[in-house]
């Protein structure tokens, strides 16, 4: 009975302790996880909304199309230059207009997109400095070992540039090679 007793009340202190902790995400582990998602929250968001204005103002086939007619004018205009052949600059100059016309109409949505950017900085002022401050978020074995660590800005970017990529691929926002 007395051993019963103990252990009931050994369960309860443990279910007690479960309730009462909460996870803390400016710990290492969580704080590089939270911050992932974070990036990738944004830069899928951030890919979506780019989609959706480049389908609303020019319609993605056309604006796939001018994309891919601008960088076959550039690259032209490129050999051209490289091999000095006036007559191909002549006739590509010829065509100059068009291609800047393109680009103006391909810039529009990015134009609006870069505002809407600009907003994320709120999850900078509003969320990941007050919690994470000048505290290391990330370590990376080699580079920035458990005692210093990436802090929260770098980890951050780091996240948001490669997510950032991956989510242009993905959602086919991605430039034509």
């Not at 944004?42 to 020019?58: E, H, K, P, W, Y």
């Not at 604006?63 to 006036?86: L, P």
Request: overall charge positive; glycine content about 4%.
């Amino acid at each position: 009975m007395v051993i019963n007793e103990k252990t009931n009340r050994l369960k309860e202190q443990i279910v007690s302790a479960r309730r009462n902790k909460t996870m803390d995400i400016a710990v290492i582990p969580l704080a590089t996880v939270v911050i992932m998602l974070i990036a990738i929250a944004v830069s899928f968001l951030n890919m979506a909304i780019q989609r959706l204005l480049i389908t609303r103002m020019c319609g993605w086939k056309e604006y796939k199309v001018m994309q891919k007619e601008t960088s076959e004018h550039r690259s032209k205009m490129m050999q051209a230059m490289r091999a000095n052949d006036k007559k191909l600059m002549e006739k590509l100059k010829k065509k100059q207009s068009q291609i800047d016309n393109m680009q103006k109409k391909m810039m529009k949505p990015q134009m609006i997109l870069l505002p809407i950017s600009f907003s994320y900085l709120v999850i900078w002022y509003l969320f990941l400095i007050p919690v994470y401050g000048a505290n290391a978020v990330a370590y990376v074995p080699g580079i920035a070992p458990p005692p210093s660590g990436i802090p929260v800005f770098i980890w951050y970017m780091l996240c948001s540039f490669f997510l950032g990529t991956l989510a242009s691929r993905v959602i086919g926002t991605s430039p034509i090679a």
